[in-house]
């Protein structure tokens, strides 16, 4: 069997599970799943005994490292159903005051979300929308449910909040690829959920409100802003923000810039897609929302 666990896959993007040539592992306890947790979110890096212990327990008890030491071996059981009673765990490894998990990114489905992150920005950079927004389905469809669901700890806490909100910024993003593409009409329906589901997001109702003047509903799109504005919206109170009232502004003012499609080929660069980083004044007018400063029209290089 190979030390750098072979066909095995691991799953965090959901329950945690792991797999191996096709066949689904039985993990053990939730604070066993809470462990592959921990190794596989660093795989290939050591954690330390103590972190893990700090990341599985609020409240540590005082035979914390030999139960730590009975899941680590029960892990190596489950993961290595093979190995030789008492060999030294070639998946889950020893590495100096911690363990290690020899696993490769791609058998990791944290590990492929990122790649396709990566290549979405890079293609959105590039002017490639199409491949872009392929590419953050495919990421998004990644989550199968709560990440982490039922492992307990504040580290497994900890990351369920950041991956929802990686996930929240993956389908702005996506959003953002359809709008320049001038497929709003498809995002009406999502958009108006992912709004009231997530109020305190201004990028969400921002969207929303430009999609639904494309489509020829401005006093629909007048009449989310209104919304947003009163009370037990979920926004505390708060008044939208500057971005929101330009925009508001513009669809009152019926601005052209509202209907800009970006035409093939045309990058969304900066480090997420739809950043207007390097967009120019007109198109960046039609994403008021963004708090991003826009660049104007730069003079050709002098050569």
């Known amino acids: 069997m190979s030390g750098d666990g072979g066909s095995l896959r691991v799953e965090l993007l959901g329950r945690v599970r792991a797999w191996r040539d096709g066949r689904e592992l039985r ?3 939730p604070r066993r799943h809470a462990v592959l947790g921990m190794l596989a979110a660093r795989a290939r890096h050591p954690v330390r005994g103590r972190e893990l212990i700090a990341g599985i327990w609020d409240e540590p008890p005082p035979h914390a490292p030999s139960q730590l030491r009975a899941y680590v071996a029960g892990l190596r059981q489950a993961l290595q159903p093979c190995r030789p009673r008492r060999a030294p765990g070639q998946v889950v490894a020893a590495s100096g005051p911690g363990y290690l ?46 990440p982490l669901a039922g492992v307990p700890g504040p580290w497994a806490a900890a990351e369920r909040v950041r991956a929802g909100e990686l996930r929240l910024t993956l389908l702005e993003e996506r959003i953002e690829v359809l709008l320049a593409m001038g497929r709003h009409h498809e995002t009406v329906a999502e958009l108006t959920g992912l709004a ?23 006093a629909d799109a007048l009449a989310q802003f209104t919304a947003a504005r009163q009370p037990g919206t979920g926004t505390c109170g708060l008044e939208p923000g ?6 508001r502004l513009q669809i009152l003012t019926a601005d052209t810039a509202l209907m800009t499609v970006l035409p093939p080929g045309s990058g969304l660069p900066g480090g997420r897609c739809g950043e207007p980083g390097g967009l120019s004044r007109e198109a ?13 029209h730069a003079p050709p290089a002098a050569r």
Do not use: K, N
């Open 242 to 247: 500057p971005g929101l009232r330009r925009l």
């Open 27 to 29: 993990i053990g306890g």
């Open 101 to 146: 998990l020899r696993l490769s990114p791609a058998a990791l489905d944290t590990g492929r979300l990122d790649q396709h992150v990566a290549q979405a920005r890079r293609a959105c950079a590039a002017g490639d929308l199409g491949r872009a927004d392929r590419l953050l389905d495919g990421a998004l469809s990644l989550y199968r449910d709560v």
């Open 196 to 218: 009231r589901a997530h109020p305190q997001r201004e990028r969400f109702l921002g969207q929303l409100m430009v999609a639904l003047y494309r489509s020829g509903r401005p």
């Open 284 to 296: 960046a007018a039609a994403y008021p929302w963004r708090r991003t400063a826009v660049r104007p």
